[in-house]
């Protein structure tokens, strides 16, 4: 066996360093060109933005002319208004004037000008919309009921109805 491990150190060291040798060459490979660096053109001369082909949309307004068209509202939504005839409903025994009526979500209001204010009354014993609701009718009246679609309120004097009035 000795024999053997000297031919192994004889003969397989030169045949490994042959193959690793021969592995490596080979051809040379040949240098291939780099792509070029694009040129950046030169800016062309200053030309404004080309205009939009038409499309039939006419163009919004600015904010500006939108404020400008529309001023803003009045101070007192509930004040009479300034050179307008009054269509309101004017009740003699109350004094109340029926502005409009309206309905907010299943709850039926009137607008009103008392000689306590203006403001919203609902249908109920004192008027009033809410508990903390300012109280605009005269002490014993009531409301019955508001009719939304014929622009009417209908009072009561200390449980008694009384004739409906609308708006004119």
């Not at 030309?47 to 002319?65: H, M, N, R």
């Not at 269509?87 to 025994?93: F, H, V």
């Amino acid at each position: 066996m000795t024999w053997w491990k000297q031919a192994a150190k004889h003969w397989l060291a030169p045949v490994a360093v042959l193959v690793v040798v021969g592995g490596c060459g080979g051809e040379t490979p040949t240098a291939t060109a780099l792509p070029s660096v694009p040129v950046k053109p030169a800016p062309l001369p200053e030309t404004s933005a080309p205009a939009a082909p038409p499309i039939g949309l006419t163009p919004l307004p600015s904010a500006e002319e939108v404020q400008q068209a529309a001023p803003g509202g009045r101070a007192d939504p509930f004040a009479p208004l300034v050179g307008v005839e009054a269509a309101d409903a004017q009740d003699p025994t109350t004094g109340l004037a029926l502005t409009g009526v309206l309905l907010v979500g299943d709850q039926k209001r009137a607008i009103v000008t008392t000689p306590n204010g203006s403001g919203v009354i609902c249908v109920g014993a004192d008027g009033r919309c809410g508990a903390d609701a300012s109280l605009l009718l005269p002490t014993g009246w009531s409301v019955l009921s508001i009719d939304v679609e014929r622009g009417c309120i209908r009072f009561a004097l200390k449980d008694e109805p009384q004739d409906p009035f609308c708006i004119a």
